[in-house]
């Protein structure tokens, strides 16, 4: 196979691989749709120096139990939440959105955490220790800045949009790992396909668009400033070395900074993500 037909192959998981390695002008064709956010469970690939650059990680890269039991302690993270919420019953949320929503969700990100731990034991590692959670954002305190999270609706669902948002781009940040692995690669993307089904219906309920729309200083959308941090780099509007905002669609209309940020999702690298849980959920 030679490299345009793996980069064709990769296009059909990361629609966005051409922004990322060159300045061609049809990658972003269909920028002005906001559907292609929700419609991509974008995958970073890795081929050779070249794809390595586009998705650089800042870390040594990590082994598959690595990841895995990275990938757990998120998902150990949004179980408690969403356990301790639904435990609240209708006095939080609401019955009909429990119903809807709330009830599949719990039980998804519970399956997530009985696959992953079952997974790497059968790769032959040991799963990561459950960490002790302050859900309050409070390092243990129980009285953070989300102190109002399991008796709030709105605190709730802020929290959850952050959580789910944040997960999103950390499975993508750490994909490319797993490429010599197809069933974990495959099993991974299966998850993160159902995080961004999560986020795109948490921000539905909060009256918010189902992807991250940014300004050109803040990533963050949310309205939220505590969790700044957790869409720090959502504001980037350069592409492969492209300001996508000084292109214009086949109609002629310029790409405004929210429509650029919106069509791409940025990754998160795994040292940026345990340092958002150490420094708030995750009591030391």
């Known amino acids: 196979m030679n490299l345009f037909n793996i980069i064709e192959e990769i296009e059909k998981v ?3 691989v051409y922004g990322r390695l060159s300045e061609r002008r049809d990658v ?9 956010k929700v419609a991509v469970a974008a995958l970073p690939f890795a081929v050779g ?3 390595q650059k586009a998705y650089a990680q800042t870390s040594t890269t990590p082994s598959v139990i690595d990841i895995l039991n990275y990938a757990l302690t998120l998902e150990y993270l949004e179980s408690t939440f969403y356990n301790a919420g639904s435990a609240q019953g209708t006095a939080l949320i609401p019955a009909a959105a429990a119903s809807l929503y709330f009830n599949q969700v719990t039980k998804d990100e519970n399956n997530h955490v009985a696959f992953l731990t079952a997974v790497i034991k059968q790769l032959g590692g040991t799963p990561a220790t459950k960490p002790t959670f302050d859900l309050t954002a409070g390092n243990g305190s129980g009285n953070g800045p989300f102190a109002n999270v399991l008796t709030n609706y709105g605190t709730f ?3 959850a949009q952050a959580f789910e948002d944040t997960g999103v781009r950390a499975y993508k940040g750490q994909a490319q790992y797993l490429v010599g692995n197809q069933v ?4 991974a993307l299966d998850i993160h396909a159902v995080e961004a089904r999560h986020a795109s219906a948490i921000r539905q309920i909060r009256g918010q668009t189902p992807w991250i729309t940014s300004t050109a200083t803040l990533g963050n959308d949310t309205g939220i400033s505590l969790v700044n941090g957790n869409y720090d780099g959502e504001q980037n509007v350069v592409q492969g070395g492209v300001d996508v905002t000084t292109l214009k669609s086949l109609y002629g209309t310029t790409t ?8 791409f999702d940025e990754p998160l690298t795994m040292d940026q993500v345990y340092a958002l849980l150490v420094g708030s959920f ?3």
């Open 14 to 16: 990361d629609p966005e």
């Open 28 to 36: 972003i064709k269909n920028i002005t749709s906001f559907g292609s």
């Open 49 to 51: 120096t070249m794809f």
């Open 157 to 159: 669902l802020a929290v």
């Open 184 to 187: 974990v690669l495959t099993a």
């Open 256 to 263: 405004t900074v929210d429509i650029a940020t919106a069509a």
């Open 282 to 284: 995750i009591v030391k």
